[in-house]
């Protein structure tokens, strides 16, 4: 392509796996004044569909875009493989972005294996936290794969759905995937199917011919799912016409947020065979495993009971991939970060289960700068960081300026390839454990 337009204008920061050619006409994204861009050359009648700056020199003429929710929707009816499609009963792997910048981090880990990717996952109550809308998480996972040029498809989770709703501002926005939760009705089983129907068919109405996804989680409880439970609700949907999916049942120990499995290992073999046999004399549909963040001690069993027929989803981990960025490139803020986190830690920590205890922490004015990024590898830190993270993106001050989420996103954006560099080794540590296969690269002589 001729990138002598480009250096015109004093851009030299190109993701050159971003460069896509449809016809007459040349897409890609830049980095300009340290703000991501898109670029479209060529075709004046393909410029025109986008929103942005058009310049006109001898070479041709050129439009500098911002990355839009408009300009997102055109991009993915000329670049097909940056909209999400449902992914059936194929193995699905659930990459949460809550910041909406860690996609290409994501794509550097999956694209290695054999499996699937949600790129686009967040439930209702990530949103209210992050203070994201629908729309700019299926934007921000379009850009993203087209940055890095991702073309083996991947799918968009509505995670944790609960009311119509829910239902309808997921589905407008594009998501391929809707995950139901009736934790509301779990103490009567009658009501649970009631509820679960209803949303089906509402979904089934708003989607209309168009395929999607559907699980049904069932793991928002305090007590394990039984067998005669799970064998109720799956018998009972089938005869109601629901076509499920995937089933989340709640497992034996403890899935805490963003540290290992907590519990008797091969008790959890027992009732993962349990759960598994149900699925495979009731349709063969995937069983999900919620927080399935950093459960690595009982992955192998995992990917070793399921054949591989399985769903997980992540979020919180690739979280505190950015936490662990800024401990090693920002420590001042860091430590800026989790003293506010230890303030706000015993409110925040309601809506989790967790054993956090604040006192195994080492506190962050004795260790040297160079020990911060280590935080991220000792749980009560670990959870401290995560289960703070809606209080760090909401904090303001008392002029209503955010405290604490537009600095955290600039030094995400300045060190993006360390960044990244942490969710690719992290990521892939979690496939890797789960037995998913690799590809085999291609090697050239």
Known sequence: MN????NKLQIKDIYKN??????DTTLLLVKKDSIKKLVVMGNRTILDKFEGEITDLEE???????????????????????????IGM?????????????????????????????FAQQSIRELSRTGRTPQEVIDSAAWAVFEDHFVDGYGADADHLKTLRDIEVMANAGFTMFTIDPSDYIENRDEVIKHVVKMYNYLKELKGDAAFDFEVSVDETSYPTTAED????IR??????????????????????????????????????EHCNIAKDNG?????????????SVYPVIGEVTEGNIHVKTAGTSYLEAIKTVAETSPDFYRELHNFALKRFEKDRASYHVTTDLRRIPDVKDLKDSEL??????????????????????????????????????????????YYKHLDSHLSKHLEKLGVERKQRVKFK
């Open 90 to 118: 194929q193995s699905g792997f659930g990459f949460g972005d809550r910041l909406g910048n860690a996609t290409v981090g994501h794509i550097k880990a999956v694209k290695k294996f054999k499996i699937i990717p949600i």
């Open 284 to 296: 063969g549909y995937k069983l999900s495993i919620h927080s399935g963040s950093d459960k690595f």
């Open 373 to 418: 990024p280590e935080l991220m590898n000792q749980i009560d830190a670990r959870q401290l960081m995560h289960i703070t993270y809606g209080s760090v993106l909401n904090a303001k001050d008392k002029n209503g300026e955010l405290l604490y989420k537009n600095r955290l996103m600039k030094i995400l954006n300045e060190y993006e390839d360390i």
């Open 230 to 233: 799970h064998i109720f609700i």
């Open 60 to 86: 041709g003429a050129l439009k500098i875009c911002d990355l839009i929710s408009n300009n997102a929707e055109i991009l993915r009816d000329m670049c097909p493989f940056t909209k999400p499609v449902p």
């Open 18 to 23: 971003s460069v896509t050619k449809i016809q």
């Open 3 to 6: 990138f002598q337009l480009l």
């Open 236 to 273: 009972k949907l089938r005869e109601s016409g629901v076509n499920v999916t995937s089933l989340a049942p709640r497992f034996v120990g403890q899935f805490q947020k963003g540290i290992d499995y907590i519990g008797n290992i091969e008790l959890f073999r027992k009732h993962l065979v």
